[in-house]
């Protein structure tokens, strides 16, 4: 069972991709290359975050 402390920490990290998310959706329809290429490295930090804690919460449960 993944604890309280790691559920909270997956519930951020989710919701921080999706806010990245929006983020990048948002940039794309601008059509600014370099807020796109900002948006999508933020996008891919935010993945990267998520899947740590994820990695985080199996492990120690």
Avoid: C, P
């Avoid at 948002?26 to 930090?45: C, G, P, V, W």
């Amino acid at each position: 069972m993944i604890s309280e402390l790691h559920f909270k920490n997956l519930e951020n990290a989710n919701r921080e991709l999706a806010m990245r998310f929006e983020k990048l959706r948002n940039a794309r329809a601008s059509l600014d290359t370099q807020s796109i290429k900002h948006a999508a490295m933020e996008y891919f930090q935010a993945v990267q975050r998520l899947n740590a804690a994820i990695e985080d919460a199996l492990s120690k449960g």
